[in-house]
């Protein structure tokens, strides 16, 4: 079986009259939504408010997101239609600790991999199904199409056993030893024992108690499996899968709820699973769905005592904060939204100013300038001279951006623009023409302060002019995720600073999007957060 | 610029006649009194763009010269309301009010030149604009950030007159006045031009009533400029707070002291709001009480929070204060800063009717706001009416004006009485605008729900927590 005999045999993916019916995998099993027409869609959201994004009817669920006409990036005033089934939060937990640990929990870390390859096999055959796929996410998506594609294209490259391995050996090594081998069972360690106060009270007893022998019970660690639980947030297409690939390389049971951007992507994992190997024990301790965020029904079940060991939240604070309220006796790992910038030394202007805006300019465009690691301010040393050159070299390069891949600025975006540019912010140095009619980029330069709150993150970069780098570590805080630096020196000799003030990663300027298989994610080893640790 | 006689400009005469109408539900033609809009706004727009730089800009941008239609003033030539505060804030931490006479000069229709030298705080700043002919009300933002408005004295009394124009009829119709007050309005609003009707209705005042303001006793906030206005119409008044609020302080109190001296300036000031809270309060109430014994209705106005506040004092005394029949409560400009203290509002309006013993159509609200020449009562049947006085707009995110009698968004307003500083405004307000007849007898449009813009949702896995500077 295959996804694409999955999907004519279910219906799935397939658009009909702005519609598409979307599945879910709910412990292994390939779970479709009732047919429904447009007509019926339509009438799920008759008399709600024209930004109303989602109904749910007695055994549907429905997301209704506006049609972007891709010539000219705006909205066409159409709607589409995603179809999901309802969603029951107790066939969701998982309670028997016993059918995990002959389970998944029993699997060897080869049997993951060979499990991980199989499903990314399953979904590299099935293009035709991934690129309907992506042909229905261009109609609603605000991310670019180049963006898209790729994002697309990349799907399976997300579940590389290669990659996934490496994450395993660097994100739970301990004791010098590759993480693969705690998570595939016990671990004895040559430790040298410390055997508490209270045995050696004990000698002291009429008749005396011996110590214990270090060697006749030596220490050993695992990396136990946990049940997980997450609630994954935004439009990058990756977020799902990335939280489904860590879910798996844990060998653990749970949930994977889709943010409402993009729960194709997670459609086709369970797609890919359910095709490539239905019978896992993987494919059936896990669950990829969509529900409404804050939904009681649904969120009460899942955050209450022991119905998970983790919770992974990525989302605002408010968000994070309400789940660890109701979730007080489960771990929550949080992904709090952050953002990047950029430091630009006065290096820049000896001669390669083009060469350090193209690459101020590579950050910016992360993810569309929508990820934690895209730059929205840039801090740039120079005369008034100096900054204005380098903003008029970043504007270029931007609008050369442009073309390639035209941005879709929403109008809450268009809005927020306008409102700074003739409102707070109507003093700086705009650089782009106002009343353009082609949605574009923009540079401004503020040598005022400027409230991040206000940043629409919709390809704006805001330029701050400092006398030397050390004056931009007064913006720096842990709500920073990624800072860029130009150039090499300077990024070796203020990396302590920078890092010490928060920030999670300070990289060379233009290299804030690299990745590498067991590196850290906002200031944590994720996997290690994900298992249990324990001695036995 | 500014005329030795106060007179108004025969547009404004009839369009605040119109407005007169309006408020007393006599003879009203909502077509007319649009095309007076039309005229005053594309009048306004000129004169703007004459005469103001920062709208000059926009429009210069836009491409827009000074015959503009109102659809494109309306789709193309709106300013935030944050311009007014689009200054930097070094200037003021440093008191350099050089810097604040060239930035307020990009925003009024005059060149302000003012000798800054010996000025060391906001306040002597605001009163040696004052002294040039330049009144500036303020509203301070929850960040400290303060929006500036600024008028000179003639639009200042167009401003006012318009406001005493409207509102005492509005109010006399129903809520306030005796009898007799009640039937000499009709003839006075048909009869007396503008400025006679204000001159008539200062020396009649409000005499069978005392008032209450819980705020501080001076300063120069909107709310503040309004209650100095009002002042003297009463027998007698009474303010929760009996020192100065000066805007250097509350400034202070939003950013947070930065030197041994601020932080004893900011320990007097919450010596005064809550070290002695409770002794304001007793003061207060026994305002009250002294009004009702004396037989004289009572007026209290304030903010929501400080309302819930004076009700807990007095619940806490265990005696309610049984005020006059025929007194009034107005509460408005919403929690603000309070907003962790918010009750729904049918809580708070029952915890004012058990507290003064008023019956719960005695409780009123308004809704306005400092860059807004207009003051909305809410009515018995829930709305914000909005006088004619003002052109209102719902425009979606990307500040494009939205259609309809009944619609949500962002709301937007052309000011017709903003003849110093630009008024063709966005707001950071989001509100439910209908439009039509009241069963209070009003018509047009009106306010029925308001609530702050929506914030952005968090995107990809970026997204920002919080109100930060960078």
Not at chain 1, 22 to 50: M, N, Q, Y
Not at chain 2, 36 to 54: D, G, S, V, W
Not at chain 2, 246 to 252: D, E, F
Request: aromatic residues 8%; hydrophobic residues 45%; proline residues 6%.
């Amino acid at each position: 079986m295959t996804i694409d005999d999955l999907c004519r045999a279910h219906d799935l993916l397939f658009e009909h009259d702005g519609v598409v019916r979307v599945p879910f995998l709910v412990k292994g099993r390939l779970v479709s939504p009732p047919a429904i027409t447009r007509r019926a869609a339509e009438a799920a959201f008759a008399g709600a408010d024209p930004d109303a994004h989602y109904a749910r009817l007695p055994d549907v669920q429905l997301l209704r997101d506006p049609v972007i006409e891709r010539a000219d990036m705006r909205y066409t005033g159409e709607y589409f239609y995603q179809a999901f089934p309802a969603v029951d939060p107790f066939d969701l937990i998982e309670t028997d600790y016993d059918r995990l640990v002959r389970g998944p929990y029993a699997l060897t870390v080869d049997e993951v991999l060979a499990f991980l390859k199989a499903v990314a096999a399953a979904l590299r055959e099935s293009w035709a199904v991934l690129d309907r796929a992506r042909t229905i996410c261009r109609r609603v998506s605000t991310l670019p199409h180049a963006y898209l594609d790729a994002a697309f294209a990349t799907l399976a490259f997300g579940l590389d056993a290669v990659a996934a391995a490496e994450m395993l050996n660097n994100e739970l090594s301990v004791w010098g030893q590759p993480g693969r081998r705690f998570l595939d069972g016990w671990v004895e360690l040559p430790a040298r024992i410390v055997p508490g106060v209270t045995p050696l009270l004990a000698q002291s007893l009429a008749g005396g108690m011996p110590v214990a022998e270090p060697a006749a019970a030596a220490p050993a660690i695992r990396a136990m499996p946990t049940r997980q639980l997450h609630i994954t947030a935004g439009n990058a297409p990756q977020v799902p899968i990335v939280s489904a690939l860590r879910l798996i390389l844990t060998k653990s049971a749970g949930v994977i709820k889709s943010p409402s951007e993009a729960t194709l992507p997670a459609a086709l994992l369970a797609l890919a699973a359910a095709a490539a190997a239905p019978d896992h024990p993987l494919t059936r301790n896990i669950s990829l769905v969509y529900w409404k965020g804050g939904d009681e029904a649904v969120e009460r079940a899942l955050f209450a005592p022991g119905a998970f060991d983790r919770i992974v939240v990525w989302g605002a604070p408010d968000a994070v904060s309400a789940v660890q309220a109701r979730a007080m006796f489960t771990r929550v790992v949080a992904f709090n939204p952050r953002y990047g910038l950029s430091l630009i030394g006065r290096e820049a202007f000896d001669g390669c100013l083009d060469e350090v805006a193209a690459l101020a300019a590579q950050d910016v465009m992360i993810n569309d300038q929508k990820a934690c690691s895209s730059s929205l301010v840039q801090y740039v040393e120079g005369t008034e001279a100096q900054v204005k050159a380098y903003a008029a070299a970043l504007s270029d390069r931007l609008s050369a951006w442009d073309r390639l891949s035209p941005p879709f600025i929403p109008p809450v975006a268009r809005g927020q623009i306008k409102r700074m540019r003739r409102g707070r912010y109507s003093r700086a140095r705009w650089l782009a023409r106002e009343g353009e009619s082609d949605p574009a980029s923009t540079v401004v330069i503020m040598p005022e302060e400027f409230d991040i709150l206000e940043h629409p993150m919709s390809r704006l970069v805001v330029i701050r002019p400092v006398e030397q780098l050390q004056d931009a570590l007064r913006y720096l805080h842990q709500g920073v995720s990624m800072v860029g630096v130009y150039p090499e020196t300077r990024r070796l000799a203020l990396r302590d600073a920078i890092a010490a003030r928060g920030v999670s990663s300070v990289l060379p300027l233009g290299q804030c999007e690299r990745l590498f298989a067991g590196g850290p994610q906002d200031g944590m080893m994720v996997l290690a957060e994900l298992v249990d640790w324990k001695n036995g | 610029m500014t005329p030795d006689r106060f007179t108004i400009a025969p547009l404004h005469r009839q369009l605040i006649k119109a407005t007169q109408s309006w408020a007393l539900r006599q003879p009203f033609d909502p077509a007319a009194a649009r095309e007076l809009r039309r005229q005053i706004i594309q009048q306004n727009h000129a004169h703007y763009l004459n005469t103001i730089p920062a709208y000059r800009r926009v429009a210069d941008a836009e491409g827009v010269g000074p015959e503009a239609d109102l659809e494109t003033i309306k789709r193309r030539l709106l300013l935030p309301d944050d311009i007014f505060k689009s200054y930097d804030q070094r200037w003021l931490d440093e008191a350099d009010f050089g810097k604040m006479n060239v930035w307020l000069s990009e925003i009024l229709h005059r060149r302000v030149e003012l000798d800054v030298s010996g000025l060391d705080s906001i306040d002597d700043w605001l009163a040696r604009l004052e002294e040039a002919g330049i009144k500036v009300v303020y509203s301070s933002g929850t960040s400290g950030n303060f929006s500036f408005v600024p008028r000179d004295l003639a639009a200042w009394r167009l401003f006012r007159a318009a406001s005493t124009c409207y509102l005492a009829p509005l109010l006399l119709h129903e809520k306030v006045g005796s009898f007799w007050q009640r039937l000499a309005i009709r003839p006075a609003v048909r009869f007396m031009p503008p400025e006679t009707f204000v001159r008539a209705s200062g020396g009649m005042g409000l005499r069978d009533f005392d008032a209450v303001f819980l705020d501080f006793s001076s300063g120069r906030t909107g709310n503040q400029a309004l209650e100095q206005a009002l002042a003297p119409l009463f027998r007698r008044t009474c303010f929760l707070y009996q020192t100065s609020l000066s805007s250097s302080l509350l400034r202070l109190a939003a950013r947070g002291p930065r030197n041994e001296v601020e932080q004893a300036q900011l320990a007097r000031l919450q010596t005064e709001t809550l070290g002695n809270k409770a002794e304001n309060h007793r003061r207060v109430i026994e305002a009250l009480r002294r009004a009702a014994a004396d037989r004289q209705k009572a007026f209290i106005f304030g903010t929501p929070y400080q309302f819930r506040e004076l009700c807990a004092a007095i619940s806490d005394g265990g005696q309610p204060v049984s005020l006059r029949s025929g007194s009034l409560a107005l509460f408005g400009g919403g929690w603000k800063s309070f907003s962790g203290d918010r009750i729904p509002r049918d809580e708070l309006v029952a915890q004012m009717a058990q507290s003064f013993s008023l019956a719960p159509e005695r409780i009123l609200e308004g809704y306005s706001m400092t860059e807004i020449s207009a003051f909305m009562l809410r009515c018995d049947h829930g709305r914000f009416h909005i006088p004619p006085l003002i052109e209102p707009m719902i425009l979606d995110a990307a500040w494009q004006p939205l259609a309809g009698r009944d619609v949500r968004g962002v709301f937007g307003f052309l000011d017709t009485l903003a003849v110093a500083h630009p008024g063709f405004l966005v707001s950071g307000d989001e509100v439910h605008l209908v439009d039509g007849d009241c069963p209070c007898g009003l018509t047009g449009p009106a306010v029925l729900e308001i609530g702050r813009a929506r914030a952005r949702e968090v995107k990809g896995c970026g997204g920002i927590m919080a109100s930060v500077a960078a």
